[in-house]
């Protein structure tokens, strides 16, 4: 089965570990050797 870019950056979105952890795929890179994410803060962290 062949990804493409687009539905792996949706699938790894909403993989339930990284979304729980608040860590959101904003691009895959062409040769799939690479992706730039966003970690946004922890909901629980106080500071």
Do not use: C, T
């Not at 691009?27 to 992706?35: L, Q, R, S, T």
């Amino acid at each position: 089965m062949k990804v493409s870019e687009n539905i792996l950056k949706w699938g790894m979105r909403l993989y339930p570990p990284l979304l729980l952890q608040r860590i959101w795929v904003q691009k895959i890179h062409k040769d799939f050797k690479g992706a730039d994410i966003k970690i946004n803060r922890s909901l629980y962290q106080s500071e």
